[in-house]
């Protein structure tokens, strides 16, 4: 069974521009979250999508807006980047309520 | 003070030691606790999933979780070259919910 993909692995973007980033989860999951991991702050809890609906919004500002598509697959944009949003954005998929498995994540280097 | 609390090491110890790892948390209403192993450059991959109180073994792993404390250990067995990474605790409030709380993680190296 093919595990979370993410997709860029890679990314560099300006100061200003904005960014999509794209999570396809274990076949048959239909609940995605997504983090951010930095050095400082750890991993922090973004949003969690399940049957297209956002169910928990964690505390970062509203630049950060993700959405669920019917086949599960979701995807998270940051608008208007800053430096601090330089990051390793995860996704992690579940069985409802079961244990949740992390994809490689997609690292963002602002400039 | 941050809901969950791990000491971030670095732990160093020889091969074939005895591995123990700590979380403290501050919510008595998380339920579900789990550990993750993250190596470098590499997302977290789930070791341990629990339930509540008490404790849980798989293979070279157990984990123990003591509520009343509001305490989790992860303890690794002949520790091997291979288990050098971070270690992350995390845990949620309930069933119908994703959302994970993460400890800072514990740097382990285990040197040959």
């Known amino acids: 069974k093919a595990g979370v993909t993410q997709t860029p692995r890679y990314l560099i973007k300006t100061r200003g521009q904005q960014v999509t980033l794209s999570c396809s989860p274990i076949?048959?999951?239909?609940?995605v979250s997504w983090y951010q991991q930095t050095p400082g702050q750890g991993l922090q809890f973004l949003f969690e999508y399940f049957s297209e609906t956002q169910r928990n919004k964690g505390n970062f500002p509203g630049r950060f807006s993700g959405r669920q598509f019917s086949n599960s697959r979701s995807e998270m944009n940051v608008s208007t980047l800053e430096l601090g949003d330089s990051a390793l954005y995860l996704c992690?998929?579940?069985?409802?309520?079961?244990?949740?498995?992390f994809g490689p994540g997609t690292r963002l280097t602002v400039t | 003070q941050k809901e969950v609390e791990q000491d971030p090491g670095p732990l160093s110890v020889p091969e074939g030691a005895i591995v123990s790892l700590n979380c403290t948390y501050s919510?008595?209403?998380?339920?579900?606790f789990m550990w993750y192993r993250q190596y470098s450059r590499k997302g977290p991959e789930l070791l341990m999933y629990t339930y509540s109180s008490g404790n849980k073994e798989d293979g070279r792993f157990t984990a123990q979780v003591d509520k009343s404390s509001k305490y989790i250990s992860l303890f690794i067995r002949d520790s091997q070259p291979s288990d050098s990474a971070t270690y992350l605790c995390?845990?949620?409030?309930?069933?119908?919910?994703?959302?994970?709380?993460f400890g800072t993680g514990t740097r382990l190296q285990v040197f040959p």
């Open positions: 919510n008595s209403a998380f339920q579900y």
């Open positions: 076949s048959g999951h239909r609940s």
């Open positions: 995390a845990m949620k409030l309930s069933y119908n919910t994703d959302k994970l709380i």
């Open positions: 992690a998929s579940s069985i409802q309520g079961h244990e949740q498995y």
